[in-house]
């Protein structure tokens, strides 16, 4: 067959999944709102990158890119991982959607 | 066609829902092409609270695919991502039933509510929102 197109990332295994903002205390009830996603779930190709997530939030929710960062478990997801290491390794043998959070920080406390 | 296909190379699809996303199976239907990314066409009209038939009659340029339910859960029972043993739990291993299948597209996506950002490879946003 036409192999030409056959690394195209749409036709790569897609991940679903579910991203939850772990909100700061600090928020006010407008910018929790107004800095959550109102779409959590969200399905993309295996090869993308925590850092192609991180840009796509932060123009979802108009914010800076250095604003944005994404955790699994509390901990911070290095921006070179791709959604299929975050599964297998994070998630292996459970159900879909993977669960991810992300936190907003204020930009005055940069 | 083409030039489309031409301008979605090396994008990155993000597609938002606000309800869970219907299950999607990266399985190759025809040895003409590639694997492509499937919906089961039953969830989708599960999803639309349509029949079949309306949905044959509305959409015709979705094109819906056949595939023997052995074939596909041979398939997508290959695929790491499928490590949940209930995931594939509805499907019979030996089953000669056809399955109806629709191809993930911006077209579909809009119609289950969804939308789309997508990435370049120069990290800029490239279209959004087509709900």
């Known amino acids: 067959f036409d192999h030409s ?6 036709y790569d295994e897609q991940v679903s999944l579910c991203l939850e903002r772990q909100s700061s205390s600090s928020s006010s009830g407008k910018d929790k709102s107004k800095l959550t996603l109102q779409q959590k779930f969200v399905r993309c190709s295996a090869r993308a990158e925590v850092r192609h997530l991180r840009r796509v939030l932060c123009h979802r929710l108009s914010v800076e890119k250095s604003q944005v960062q994404m955790l699994f478990n509390n901990e911070s997801l290095p921006d070179h991982m791709t959604m299929k290491q975050l599964w297998l390794s994070h998630w292996f043998g459970k159900a879909q959607p993977l669960v991810l959070h992300y936190t907003i920080k204020d930009k005055r406390t940069r | ?11 990155f699809e993000f597609e938002f829902s606000d309800r869970p996303l219907l299950p999607c199976y990266n399985i190759q239907v025809s040895l ?3 694997p ?5 066409l039953s969830d989708v ?3 639309l609270k349509m029949s079949a038939r309306t949905f044959r009659a509305t959409y015709t340029n979705i094109e819906v695919a056949t595939i023997a339910e052995a074939e596909f859960y041979k398939q997508a029972s290959l695929s790491q991502l499928f490590s949940s043993p209930d995931e594939l739990e509805g499907f019979l291993p030996d089953s000669k039933e056809l399955l109806d299948l629709v191809e993930i597209s911006s077209e579909l996506v809009a119609l289950l509510g969804s939308s789309l950002e997508c990435l370049d490879d120069s990290w800029d946003p490239v279209a959004t929102a087509r709900s």
Not at chain 2, 1 to 11: A, G
């Open chain 2, 36 to 40: 492509r990314n499937w919906l089961l």
């Open chain 2, 32 to 34: 003409s092409q590639g």
């Open chain 2, 1 to 11: 066609p083409d030039e489309e296909e031409e301008e979605q190379r090396e994008v």
């Open chain 2, 45 to 47: 009209l599960k999803r």
């Open chain 1, 5 to 10: 197109k056959a690394h195209f990332y749409r």
